[in-house]
């Protein structure tokens, strides 16, 4: 089992170009999750997903979307990215929620310029 | 929102017990309290995570005293490798606060 995976490992923006992270995982796991970590920082909720084709907000939404279309694969979107969300992703995925273990990816590094 | 508190470092040596509390006064009644390890470019690690009184696990101990409005992680005897980043987390809220960096020295 691979367990979590993130693509792609390290990338570079402009202001105001989009991409798209991808987060699979072959745990059959329920529940999705992204966050964000800034330097020094703890991690951050984006969003997350209760299961295939349902999405929710976290602690910080703004500035990107998200879609689960399957249930192995949770997808984190930034239409015009800007230089705050700089940051290193990770996406991570438990069986349920509550009492239950998060998997964590090995992150994507985010620089945009 | 429960948030969690906890001291920003701490330093051991090799061999001793590393104790590390986390303060989270609002914690709900189905929240579980869970500690994740992170190494400097990887995500983080589950370690342990209970509910109440004591658990034990090969790596760790946690103690979650009745009122669970605080939570202790205990590492005996630390090594080296154990230097990291600790985070407690309960678990309903998903809110990871800002963890502390466990530096073991020889």
């Known amino acids: 089992n691979a367990g979590v995976t993130q693509t792609p490992k390290f990338r570079v923006l402009k202001t105001g170009q989009s991409m798209t992270l991808l987060c699979a995982q072959d745990?059959?796991?329920?529940?999705m999750y992204w966050y964000r970590q800034d330097p020094g920082m703890g991690l951050r909720l984006i969003h997350y997903s209760v299961g295939e084709g349902t999405t929710a907000k976290g602690e910080v939404p703004d500035g990107y979307n998200v879609s689960r279309l399957k249930k192995q694969n949770f997808l984190l979107g930034l239409e015009s990215a800007a230089p705050s969300q700089t940051s290193v992703y990770f996406c991570a995925s438990s069986y349920s929620r509550v009492g239950e273990t998060q998997y964590f990816g090995p992150g994507t590094r985010l620089l945009v310029l | 929102l429960a948030k969690t508190t906890q001291p920003i470092s701490m330093d051991s040596y090799e061999g001793q017990e590393v104790n590390i509390t986390c303060s989270h006064n609002n914690i709900a009644t189905n929240d579980y309290i869970t500690w994740y390890q992170q190494f400097p470019s990887q995500g983080p690690r589950f370690i342990i995570q209970g509910y109440k009184t004591k658990v034990t696990n090969e790596v760790a101990s946690l103690f979650i005293p009745a009122d669970r409005k605080s939570s202790t992680l205990s590492l005996p005897r630390v090594s080296l490798s154990d230097t990291a980043v600790y985070y407690c987390?309960?678990?309903?809220?998903?809110?990871f606060g800002t963890g502390t960096r466990l530096q073991v020295f020889p």
């Open positions: 745990m059959n796991h329920e529940y």
């Open positions: 987390l309960a678990t309903d809220k998903l809110i």
